[in-house]
């Protein structure tokens, strides 16, 4: 079955410490996406990749970190320096190259700080 | 940065009643798709639409691309229906997708 998986379902965590999202894809998709949801409002963009070993900055990086070592797989950081990390995770996949690249999301992480 | 507004926020209907929604953005874009977002949180790809009209089942969706604004169109409404309906847009020469805040459907039986 050709997906986007993200684990865990739901996460907890302690004020001061790391947590890891994972994002995992089949697709054969070149460009993967981690977008962020707060109650009542739509996604914003924490970081993208286009490529193996090559991400950039979404518009709010600040207090994640991300990691493109394989094509499949993205995993998000969200660091201690994150003030508010309580939040709806989103993981995308797209194709690159021409003018169609459609999105396709994952199910999701929900993180809660404790 | 592109602005995304989607009118109205919230909508509520009866089972079998048909509806609008709109999505209006402020610049050029190369891409248009239109989510539903389910109870559980997952989005599902409705339309992939930039330009034109596209039809699958009981919805369909329009983009006029040159006055900036689609419009998804839900017919004969099921409860199933229910939840958030967004559209989201790439800028020409971007990558990622800018999201409107949504149109939160509610179908009663």
């Known amino acids: 079955d050709g997906g986007i998986t993200q684990s865990p379902k739901y996460l907890f965590r302690k004020e001061g410490q790391n947590v890891t999202l994972s994002c995992e894809q089949n697709l054969n998709h070149d460009a993967m996406y981690w977008y962020r949801q707060d109650p009542g409002q739509g996604l914003r963009l924490i970081y993208y990749s286009q490529i193996v070993n090559d991400f950039q900055k979404g518009d709010i990086a600040e207090g994640y970190s991300v990691s493109r070592e394989k094509k499949e797989s993205f995993p998000l950081t969200v660091t201690s320096a994150q003030k508010n990390p309580t939040a709806f995770y989103l993981c995308?996949?797209?194709?690159?190259?021409?003018?169609?690249?459609?999105?396709?999301f994952g199910p999701g992480t929900r993180l809660t700080v404790l | 940065g592109i602005q995304v507004e989607q009118s109205p926020p919230d909508l509520i209907l009866q089972e079998g009643a048909n509806s609008t929604l709109r999505c209006n953005f402020s610049?050029?874009?190369?891409?248009l798709q239109w989510f539903h977002q389910n109870p559980w949180g997952q989005l599902i790809n409705l339309f992939y639409i930039p330009s034109g009209t596209k039809q699958n089942g009981r919805l369909s969706a329009t983009t006029v691309a040159t006055e900036r604004y689609s419009l998804l169109y839900i017919s004969s409404s099921q409860t199933t229906d229910s939840g958030v309906y967004f559209c989201a847009v790439r800028e020409e020469d971007d990558y990622k997708l800018s999201f409107g805040a949504g149109t939160t459907v509610t179908v009663r039986a």
């Open positions: 610049d050029s874009v190369n891409n």
């Open positions: 995308a996949s797209s194709t690159m190259g021409g003018r169609y690249n459609e999105q396709f």
